[in-house]
């Protein structure tokens, strides 16, 4: 099982980063998918969530009216378009892959990409 971001880098205040998350070894399309943050010095806190056929998502209040998740199930990736880029966003972004019914703690997770808005 692998899940691979990709995408992050560094941006300016108000720039545009889009990230991706390759997944392999399981079947993606049966997973809800979740993007979760982990800022420096902080715990983490979950961003964004969309269901497994793509037709439901939610976002976390900071990332409301600025992110978009999606996924395309034929090609096994998750996307976060993240647009007007805060340095409050600056992070380690990871992605998860949550079975419905399953315990959390079957829960796959990526390595992260490194987020960094400058100001």
């Known amino acids: 099982v692998q899940l691979v971001e990709s995408g992050g880098g560094l941006v300016q205040s108000g720039g545009s980063l889009r990230l991706s998350c390759a997944a392999s070894?399981?079947?993606?399309?049966?997973?809800?998918m979740n993007w979760v943050r982990q800022a420096p010095g902080k715990g983490l806190k979950w961003v964004s969530a969309i269901n497994s056929g793509g037709g439901n998502t939610r976002y976390a209040d900071s990332a409301k009216g600025r992110f978009t998740i999606s996924r395309d199930n034929a090609k096994n990736t998750l996307y976060l378009q993240m647009n007007s880029l805060k340095p409050e966003d600056t992070a380690v972004y990871y992605c998860?892959?949550?079975?419905?019914?399953?315990?959390?703690?079957?829960?796959?997770w990526g390595q992260g990409t490194q987020v960094t808005v400058s100001s």
């Open positions: 998860n892959a949550h079975l419905p019914g399953s315990p959390i703690s079957n829960d796959y």
């Open positions: 070894g399981f079947t993606f399309s049966s997973y809800a």
